[in-house]
């Protein structure tokens, strides 16, 4: 039966390569899209990690839903401690420590709100290489008095790197405390809307301003995104739940987990126009061929062979087209995924983001295995319904075809 499917599929050249040209471009269609998209959510993900929020964080209990009203009573002591147990851990490459406060900044002539980050210049530079310097430089450890602004607030108070600024906010006691502080650069991040109120200044400055040794979070930088949920679940054994929390990357960024769900959402419509091309093409290429072939399948019949060995036969050659259109597409979608790879594709700045980058093409294996599967099990469910049609017809009207 398998030789003669194969013999039948190579007869009629014209219509097979239509057809595995359909097949083609739908599983070429799926790897790129598949690649495309999976690139979208890899670069999302290091771009919040590498910019904002590290790997996870350690906040004390209750810090996360109520830090907000009363930040200065969710304060980790003596974090020192901590921060070198944290270090034995698996996969731990550095743990940080954070400031968090609010206050105004003033460039002599005016005051603007702000949003702002006490943080180790050394360390953060290593974690924060998704941030864009516009203007200036980073914070570095010979900086006491030095910061940088987001670029909505230099933008704001008209500041470039070298001017000096007044920053004012209130200590744990509630007393106003200020210091001056010269710009040292102007970043940016894949969001706008935190571009337009941080500021980030050294952790020992933001101590001595706020009048306090203790912290709000504990970063983690891991070695690998993919161990973060095992670190977390490492914490979540040794740390004691009525005193600290853990929250991961994805936790903390509701952005990222409503873009991934939306292009989930649309790849899913896309996988499901593509899989009903195939279905069509096929669907079209064995009914003509079943139409032209009514005759010759009558004949097998007519000497003997039963409707199921038919029905089988036809299934049999779309099997073969489904599994050497799968196999093309599969070749030709790696190809195609690293050349355009190789050349990067311009984008335009996501929702809620400031800039552009260039996307590529992810090479994902489980996305190759779905659109070769995709190909080859579109390619066997067009045929059963005309496979079945045939072979359940009266061997006189199939013989008929002949004449």
């Given at each position: 039966?398998?030789?003669?499917?194969?013999?039948?599929?190579?007869?009629?050249?014209?219509?097979?390569?239509?057809?595995?040209?359909?097949?083609?471009?739908?599983?070429?269609?799926?790897?790129?899209?598949?690649?495309?998209?999976?690139?979208?959510?890899?670069?999302?993900?290091?771009?919040?990690?590498?910019?904002?929020?590290?790997?996870?964080?350690?906040?004390?209990?209750?810090?996360?839903?109520?830090?907000?009203?009363?930040?200065?009573?969710?304060?980790?002591?003596?974090?020192?401690?901590?921060?070198?147990?944290?270090?034995?851990?698996?996969?731990?490459?550095?743990?940080?420590?954070?400031?968090?406060?609010?206050?105004?900044?003033?460039?002599?002539?005016?005051?603007?709100?702000?949003?702002?980050?006490?943080?180790?210049?050394?360390?953060?530079?290593?974690?924060?290489?998704?941030?864009?310097?516009?203007?200036?430089?980073?914070?570095?450890?010979?900086?006491?008095?030095?910061?940088?602004?987001?670029?909505?607030?230099?933008?704001?108070?008209?500041?470039?790197?070298?001017?000096?600024?007044?920053?004012?906010?209130?200590?744990?006691?509630?007393?106003?405390?200020?210091?001056?502080?010269?710009?040292?650069?102007?970043?940016?991040?894949?969001?706008?809307?935190?571009?337009?109120?941080?500021?980030?200044?050294?952790?020992?400055?933001?101590?001595?301003?706020?009048?306090?040794?203790?912290?709000?979070?504990?970063?983690?930088?891991?070695?690998?995104?993919?161990?973060?949920?095992?670190?977390?679940?490492?914490?979540?054994?040794?740390?004691?739940?009525?005193?600290?929390?853990?929250?991961?990357?994805?936790?903390?960024?509701?952005?990222?987990?409503?873009?991934?769900?939306?292009?989930?959402?649309?790849?899913?419509?896309?996988?499901?126009?593509?899989?009903?091309?195939?279905?069509?093409?096929?669907?079209?290429?064995?009914?003509?061929?079943?139409?032209?072939?009514?005759?010759?399948?009558?004949?097998?019949?007519?000497?003997?062979?039963?409707?199921?060995?038919?029905?089988?036969?036809?299934?049999?050659?779309?099997?073969?087209?489904?599994?050497?259109?799968?196999?093309?597409?599969?070749?030709a979608g790696t190809v195609a995924a690293f050349a355009i790879s190789a050349i990067g594709i311009p984008m335009p700045p996501m929702?809620?983001?400031?800039?552009?980058?260039?996307?590529?093409?992810?090479?994902?294996?489980?996305?190759?295995?779905?659109?070769?599967?995709?190909?080859?099990?579109?390619?066997?469910?067009?045929?059963?319904?005309?496979?079945?049609?045939?072979?359940?017809?009266?061997?006189?009207?199939?013989?008929?075809?002949?004449?």
């Amino acid at each position: 039966m398998w030789k003669l499917a194969a013999r039948n599929v190579l007869r009629h050249k014209t219509r097979t390569a239509l057809t595995l040209g359909a097949i083609v471009l739908g599983v070429v269609g799926l790897i790129l899209t598949g690649g495309f998209v999976e690139d979208i959510f890899t670069q999302l993900r290091e771009a919040t990690i590498h910019s904002q929020l590290g790997h996870l964080q350690i906040y004390k209990a209750g810090y996360y839903t109520l830090g907000r009203r009363a930040p200065y009573q969710y304060m980790i002591q003596d974090p020192q401690k901590k921060i070198t147990e944290f270090h034995a851990l698996p996969h731990v490459v550095d743990v940080m420590p954070r400031v968090n406060f609010s206050g105004l900044l003033n460039n002599g002539r005016t005051s603007f709100p702000i949003i702002g980050e006490g943080v180790d210049p050394g360390k953060e530079a290593k974690l924060s290489n998704y941030i864009i310097v516009k203007e200036g430089r980073q914070l570095a450890a010979k900086d006491a008095y030095g910061i940088i602004l987001g670029r909505g607030v230099a933008t704001a108070l008209k500041l470039r790197p070298g001017d000096s600024v007044t920053l004012l906010l209130n200590t744990p006691e509630g007393a106003l405390n200020t210091l001056d502080f010269q710009v040292t650069g102007i970043f940016q991040t894949f969001s706008k809307e935190y571009d337009d109120r941080a500021v980030r200044i050294p952790i020992s400055t933001a101590s001595e301003l706020l009048s306090t040794r203790a912290i709000h979070s504990l970063v983690f930088a891991l070695d690998s995104s993919q161990a973060t949920d095992d670190v977390a679940t490492l914490l979540r054994q040794q740390l004691p739940p009525a005193e600290f929390e853990i929250k991961t990357w994805y936790e903390l960024s509701d952005f990222y987990q409503k873009t991934v769900e939306l292009y989930r959402r649309h790849f899913a419509i896309l996988r499901l126009i593509i899989l009903g091309m195939v279905l069509l093409s096929v669907a079209n290429s064995v009914n003509m061929n079943i139409y032209e072939r009514t005759g010759e399948l009558g004949t097998l019949m007519a000497i003997g062979n039963r409707t199921g060995q038919v029905f089988r036969l036809v299934v049999a050659e779309s099997l073969i087209l489904g599994l050497t259109g799968g196999v093309l597409g599969a070749a030709a979608g790696t190809v195609a995924a690293f050349a355009i790879s190789a050349i990067g594709i311009p984008m335009p700045p996501m929702p809620n983001t400031d800039f552009e980058y260039i996307a590529r093409i992810k090479f994902v294996p489980s996305e190759l295995a779905f659109a070769f599967l995709i190909g080859l099990v579109a390619s066997v469910l067009a045929a059963i319904w005309p496979a079945w049609r045939v072979s359940r017809s009266r061997i006189v009207d199939a013989l008929a075809k002949n004449n």
